[in-house]
């Protein structure tokens, strides 16, 4: 048997098992390519909201803070979606950032606008036992003895 290479396989080491092949890009997310680079700096991402994932915070409040935190740092030229897109992973802490990890990768398009992730990012984090349980909150208002009925309507409407 000529020309058979009898060399036993080359053993593999815990190193070569556990050593990952895979390019870690914490973006799930395929933004367009725009001629518009910036950059993130400590402070400006410090200055961000922060969810977590637990079940009083409310997503809402949280894409409205983000909106405003991106809105005074826009890059001239960017558009505002591209920019919340970018920033949004380094909003989420706990349990939301483990969603957003696991979210598929550039299947179909899903993430490749602002609108679709607030889409997913809703569905994940309202819930429909918390329009229960707002529901519940504005059938059992009640008027505050200091209150005054106009201050009283104001704040039920």
């Not at 970018?86 to 990768?105: D, I, N």
């Not at 529901?135 to 704040?155: G, M, N, R, V």
Request: aromatic content about 14%; charged content about 25%; hydrophobic content about 35%.
């Amino acid at each position: 048997m000529e020309g058979e290479n009898n060399a036993p396989p080359r053993r593999r080491t815990i190193r070569d098992v556990t050593r990952s092949d895979v390019t870690y890009d914490p973006f799930n997310i395929a933004c367009p390519n725009l001629k518009v680079n910036f950059e993130l700096k400590g402070p400006l991402l410090n200055s961000l909201p922060r969810f977590h994932g637990l079940k009083k915070e409310d997503p809402y409040s949280h894409l409205n803070a983000l909106h405003v935190a991106c809105s005074n740092m826009k890059p001239v030229g960017a558009r505002l979606d591209y920019v919340k897109l970018k920033v949004f992973y380094f909003t989420l802490e706990g349990k939301a950032k483990e969603w957003y990890m696991m979210l598929p990768r550039h299947v179909n398009g899903a993430l490749h606008s602002w609108a679709n992730m607030t889409k997913a990012f809703l569905e994940k984090y309202f819930l429909d036992s918390r329009i229960g349980e707002l529901k519940k909150e504005i059938y059992s208002i009640k008027q505050d003895p200091l209150e005054t009925f106009y201050e009283y309507w104001i704040a039920f409407s």
